[in-house]
């Protein structure tokens, strides 16, 4: 939703939990959002191979580095992976798994032990 606010023709909002969704779909419905946006329960998995300009991920660690693959494919050209709700303590591991996957840190941010980062992949588009 920040996204089609910040000006980005359509978004995409996936979560593995259904009331999450449900949550979602309120708040877009009071805040005037349309056909631009879709919300749902699907997979990273299920997403291949689509590829978008930017992903944002909110996720923990764990997730983070079992996921690394599949988000750093989800990304388009010079498109962006930005990631929160970290720990700054899992930085150090954060950077080495996207680093393996083709990832370089773009910028990151630390606030009050928090912490987002955002990384670039050098990857060509599928022909």
Excluded: K
Excluded at 8 to 14: E, K, Q, V
């Amino acid at each position: 939703m920040a996204a089609l606010r910040l000006g980005a023709a359509s978004a995409r909002g996936i979560d593995h939990d259904p009331v999450a969704i449900e949550c979602a779909h309120g708040y877009a419905v009071q805040n005037g959002f349309g056909t631009e946006l879709t919300l749902d329960t699907s997979s990273l998995t299920a997403l291949s191979p689509q590829r978008f300009d930017i992903v944002l991920a909110n996720l923990d660690r764990r997730t983070l580095l079992d996921l690394n693959d599949l988000l750093a494919g989800c990304i388009r050209g010079d498109g962006r992976l930005a990631v929160s709700g970290l720990l700054i303590d899992d930085r150090a591991d954060l950077l080495d798994a996207f680093h393996h996957v083709g990832g370089v840190l773009a910028w990151e941010r630390e606030r009050e032990g928090w912490l987002a980062m955002a990384f670039t992949f050098d990857q060509e588009e599928p022909a």
